[in-house]
């Protein structure tokens, strides 16, 4: 890091600094015609750099320590949200969900299948992954939601899963696999309170549009 730079960051502070300017001080680079070219590369888009992964961001020109260092920086903000959003005491609405799993699954290229465990008061037990599949999908057991959903006592769950397309719509197979689990939650009295599409900008919700 440069001392332009760091005298910025002394006086002034990180939000100060620009997006690329965050990016050199994240890799440790001091290379800044490094980190232009790849806000170049990806339209100056932070949100298309953060989907790259360890090989593309090296593709791109990054060293692999720069790489690493920059995926780490960005997997602490992720974390952070999530942190923040789960400390919610209640799940009151659509919105307090997508604030749990959109750091979790907005950026993503692949889809993956979770589930939201919750208690009587709505209150979340814990969370987890129960699939992961490619582009256009992703297999789900509902034996397996059942299963948990017991373990932890649970009397609500929630679904959600990600569109990598950025299509929010649901489709035929996301309906039948709601109906589906949900049919089993009636026979386990685990109640399956809504469930939830995440793209990397927005989400939607069967239960606000009437599908549960």
């Given at each position: 890091m440069n001392k332009e730079l760091t005298y910025k960051l002394d006086q002034r502070g990180f939000d100060s600094l620009s997006d690329s300017e965050l990016v050199q001080v994240a890799t440790g680079t001091n290379d800044m015609d490094k980190v232009r070219k790849l806000f170049e590369k990806f339209n100056n888009n932070l949100r298309d750099i953060a989907k790259l992964s360890l090989s593309e961001l090296t593709q791109a020109g990054l060293t692999k320590r720069e790489a690493i260092m920059l995926l780490s920086a960005m997997e602490i903000g992720k974390r952070k949200q999530v942190a923040e959003a789960s400390y919610k005491a209640q799940i009151k609405c659509s919105k307090d969900i997508a604030d749990i799993m959109q750091p979790v699954l907005g950026d993503l290229a692949?889809?993956?299948?979770w589930i939201i465990f919750l208690n009587r008061a709505n209150k979340v037990l814990s969370k987890v992954k129960v699939s992961q599949g490619g582009v256009s999908g992703t297999v789900t057991d509902v034996r397996i939601i059942m299963k948990k959903a017991l373990e932890q006592l649970a009397s609500g769950i929630i679904l959600c899963h990600n569109h990598p397309s950025?299509?929010?719509?649901p489709s035929e197979s996301d309906t039948k696999i709601t109906q589906k689990i949900k049919d089993a939650g009636n026979l386990?009295?685990?109640?399956?309170?809504?469930?939830?599409i995440i793209s990397d900008k927005d989400y939607y919700s069967f239960a606000d549009n009437g599908l549960l």
């Open positions: 692949h889809e993956e299948f950025g299509n929010l719509n386990m009295d685990v109640q399956v309170l809504d469930h939830i």
